[in-house]
């Protein structure tokens, strides 16, 4: 099998495709045949070594679509020749996920597609969730046109949310955003980002935390979801009521299995009915997942990067 690795943190250039034997499928685990694979921003940060740092060398990864080709010990519901997608696994022809939050791709539906839909899907609906929205609140999305951002701009407008504020670094994004709904497109740097807003879902984090903050309404809740990290003062949510609730998609999946499996059935429903949109900015081979990367490192991607075996 071939797979990328990396042997030091970096920029994209760090990133090697090497070949190597095909792995067994440990306990719950499912090899799958890759025939998508998501790109995401903590992933690029992973390579980065910032953060926790993976030991190198490194296996960069996330999630994938593919199809079954061996099955673990201890799995139940997966067979070989089932098509999957699943959060984790490498970036690789052939890799080992979890079984445990693997799924089903409904037959007329792509890997390319499962890819840019399911885990980011997830994501931006547990973020949703996390922040209990009442029909016509006003809500602030940053990084609105990454992989998860794009969806949350969408899924908040099918959550009955009022008006959807789409944050991002460049307002070449705001044609892709208002397509999709969102009422107002903001760039970081304007001077003010507008009206308050009721919700903030956070999906970039650190400087701009503060601004995120300061852009609620008395009483307001931000859902910080990102991989940025960043601080604020306690002062500054005492003077406004203001919340801030941390939330993992890992969490929510493990604590919240019924609802989990809600979001799941939704996001193909929402999908199939043309109600939402799961944008692919690029296809790019395995073998150029450096290109990839810059994609992201470059911030100009509008939906979901993916590369190819
Ligand atoms: N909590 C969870 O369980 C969970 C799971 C998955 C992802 N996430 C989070 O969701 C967020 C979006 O992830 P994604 O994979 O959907 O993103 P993505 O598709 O890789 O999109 C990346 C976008 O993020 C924005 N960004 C903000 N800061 C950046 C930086 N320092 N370097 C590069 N891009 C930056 C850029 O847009 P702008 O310049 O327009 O901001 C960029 O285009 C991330 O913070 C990620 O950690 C959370």
Redesign the pocket.
């Known amino acids: 099998m071939r797979r990328m690795c990396f042997h030091a943190y970096g920029g994209p250039e760090v990133l090697r495709l090497e070949a190597v034997p095909d792995p067994d499928p440990g306990p719950g685990e499912l090899l799958v045949r890759t025939e998508a694979i998501g790109?995401?921003?903590?992933c690029?940060r992973a390579v980065r070594g910032e953060g926790q740092r993976q030991p190198l060398p490194g296996l960069p990864g996330g999630e994938i679509a593919g199809r079954v080709v061996a099955v673990g010990p201890l799995v139940t519901g997966f067979a070989v020749g089932d098509r999957v997608t699943a959060p984790g696994g490498w970036y690789a022809d052939t890799t080992p996920v979890p079984a445990v939050l693997a799924s089903h791709i409904p037959d007329d539906a792509g890997s390319v597609e499962a890819v840019a839909l399911v885990?980011?899907g997830h994501?931006a609906l547990a973020a949703l969730d996390t922040a209990s929205i009442s029909a016509g609140e006003s809500v602030l999305i940053?990084?609105a046109?990454?992989?998860?951002?794009h969806l949350a701009v969408q899924l908040a407008k099918i959550h009955g949310a009022g008006r959807v504020v789409a944050a991002?670094?460049?307002l070449d994004?705001a044609a892709f955003l208002r397509e999709l709904g969102a009422d107002d497109v903001i760039s970081y740097d304007s001077g003010t980002w507008g009206e308050p807003v009721d919700v903030v879902l956070d999906?970039?984090?650190?400087d701009l935390l503060p601004r995120a903050v300061a852009a609620l309404n008395p009483g307001g809740r931000l859902i910080f979801?990102?991989?940025?990290g960043g601080s604020v003062s306690a002062f500054d949510l005492l003077a406004g009521s203001k919340t801030i609730t941390g939330?993992?998609?890992?969490r929510f999946a493990r604590t919240q299995r019924h609802r989990y499996d809600e979001h799941h059935r939704q996001l193909w429903r929402l999908h199939q009915a043309g109600q939402l949109q799961a944008a692919v900015h690029a296809q790019i081979p395995l073998a150029d997942a450096a290109t990839a990367h810059g994609i992201?490192?470059a911030?100009?991607?509008q939906g979901?990067?993916v590369l190819r075996p």
């Open positions: 790109v995401t921003l903590p690029v885990r980011s994501v940053t990084g046109a990454s992989g998860v951002g991002v670094g460049s994004k999906a970039v984090g650190g979801f990102n991989s940025g939330m993992t998609m890992a992201i490192e911030r100009t991607n979901k990067v």
